[in-house]
Nanobody, 123 residues
Framework: QVQMVESGGGLVQAGGSLRLSCAAS????????VGWFRQAPGKEREFVAG????????DYTDSVKGRFTISRDNGKNTVYLQMNSLKPEDTAVYYC????????????????WGQGTQVTVSS
């Protein structure tokens, strides 16, 4: 059974930075793409960033391009999301999810989810 555990969330002022981590277990991590998603109160969950199994390909939603960076360390079974220049509209619960493919799949093809970590950006 795949387990994904997020950490690193917290409260930060606008313009600040946070780094989220996602530790995976239960499936050979280096074979699969991983994504970060977020859900703000009253809104649907949205895709934030994705990374292929090797880390050679990444994808971002437009609102975070140039501010967020996704990366992975296959030796540590961990994916990171470096978030810079944070804005109040980035406030949400952030989830990591593992795909069943080596490439970044369509948004509905992630099949193993963590419990989420709260990120709050104050103005």
């Amino acid at each position: 059974q795949v387990q994904m555990v997020e950490s690193g969330g917290g409260l930060v002022q606008a313009g600040g930075s946070l780094r989220l981590s996602c530790a995976a277990s239960g499936r050979t991590f280096r074979y699969y793409a991983v994504g970060w998603f977020r859900q703000a109160p009253g809104k649907e969950r949205e895709f934030v960033a994705g990374i292929s199994q090797s880390g050679g390909r990444t994808d971002y939603t437009d609102s975070v391009k140039g501010r967020f960076t996704i990366s992975r360390d296959n030796g540590k079974n961990t994916v990171y999301l470096q978030m810079n220049s944070l804005k109040p509209e980035d406030t949400a619960v952030y989830y990591c999810a593992q795909a069943g493919s080596s490439y970044i799949p369509p948004r509905d093809k992630y099949d193993a989810w963590g419990q989420g970590t709260q990120v709050t950006v104050s103005s």
